[in-house]
C-alpha cells in the first residue's frame, strides 16, 4: 500500500534555531502535500496545502514567514518552523494525496519541543 | 462551510462490548466519508470509506454506512478489543476541495 514516511519522528531543539521536517511519499508519486498540526488531546488543524512546483496555500491564521513549506517534487515536501518558539511545539503531521487514485496517507507524525 | 461533528469522548468500554461512535456532517455536493485511527504518537490510518450514499466502509470489524438522509456515518464495532483502543476522527472530503475536514476525534479506551 501507499506509504508516506516522515522524518524526524521527534526533535528537541533550542528556542530560536529552525528546524525541518521532511515527508517522503515512497511508492506513489504525490500531487499535493498537507500539512497538520495537531495539539494534544485535540484534532487535527490543517495548516497549508501544497502542490508541486507551486507555492503553498496556508490556512487564515498560519504564518507563512514561518513556517515555510517546499513541495519541490512528486515525492518530498518539507515543513520548515522558522525561528521556534516554545509555543511551536506541538505534533506535525503530513498527509499526501496520490496523483494516482485520489487517496490520502498520513505520515508518521513528528513530536517537536522547543526548550 | 463544510462540517464534522464527532461524539464527544473520551469513551471507555469493556472487552467484546458493542461499539457506536457517532458522526454527522455538513457538506454542499456529494462528499466522500473517512474514518481515520491514530494510536499513541502515530499518525492517522484509514480505517475505512465510503463515496456515496447507502455505501458500507468495513475493515477489521469496524463498519460505517453512508446515510444521506440522516447526514451521517456512524462507526461501529460489534465486539471491541483492548487493541482498538485509540483515537478515532470522521473526516470528509469534497469534490473540488482536495483538503479533508476533521471532526474532533474520539478517544477510546477497552478495558480487559
Known amino acids: 500500500g501507499a506509504v508516506v514516511s516522515q522524518h524526524p519522528s521527534w526533535v528537541i531543539c533550542k528556542s530560536g534555531t529552525s528546524v525541518k521536517i521532511e515527508c517522503r511519499s515512497l511508492?506513489?508519486?504525490?500531487?499535493?502535500m498537507f500539512w497538520y498540526r495537531q495539539f494534544p488531546k485535540q484534532s487535527l488543524m490543517l495548516m497549508a496545502t501544497?502542490?508541486?512546483?507551486?507555492?503553498?496555500?496556508?490556512e487564515q491564521g498560519v504564518e507563512k514567514d514561518k513556517f515555510l513549506i517546499n513541495h519541490a517534487s512528486l515525492t518530498l515536501s518539507t515543513l520548515t518552523v522558522t525561528s521556534a518558539h516554545p509555543e511551536d511545539s506541538s505534533f506535525y503531521i503530513c498527509?499526501?494525496?496520490?496523483?494516482?487514485?485520489?487517496?490520502?496517507?498520513f505520515g508518521s507524525g513528528t513530536r517537536l519541543t522547543v526548550v | 462551510g463544510d462540517s464534522v461533528t464527532q461524539m464527544e469522548g473520551p469513551v471507555t468500554l469493556s472487552e467484546e462490548a458493542f461499539l457506536t461512535i457517532n458522526c454527522t456532517y455538513t457538506?454542499?455536493?456529494?462528499?466522500?466519508l473517512f474514518w481515520y485511527v491514530q494510536y499513541p504518537g502515530e499518525g492517522l490510518q484509514l480505517l475505512l470509506k465510503?463515496?456515496?450514499?447507502?455505501d458500507k466502509g468495513s475493515n477489521k470489524g469496524f463498519e460505517a454506512t453512508y446515510r444521506k438522509e440522516t447526514t451521517s456515518f456512524h462507526l461501529e464495532k460489534g465486539s471491541v478489543q483492548v487493541s482498538d483502543s485509540a483515537v478515532y476522527f470522521c473526516?470528509?472530503?469534497?469534490?473540488?476541495?482536495?483538503?479533508?475536514?476533521f471532526g474532533q476525534g474520539t478517544r477510546l479506551t477497552i478495558n480487559p
Open positions: 498527509s499526501a494525496r496520490s496523483a494516482g487514485n485520489g487517496g490520502y496517507t
Open positions: 511508492d506513489f508519486q504525490a500531487t499535493t
Open positions: 501544497s502542490n508541486e512546483g507551486s507555492k503553498a496555500t496556508y
Open positions: 457538506a454542499t455536493g456529494y462528499p466522500s
Open positions: 465510503a463515496t456515496k450514499a447507502d
Open positions: 473526516a470528509l472530503g469534497t469534490q473540488g476541495a482536495q483538503k479533508l475536514v
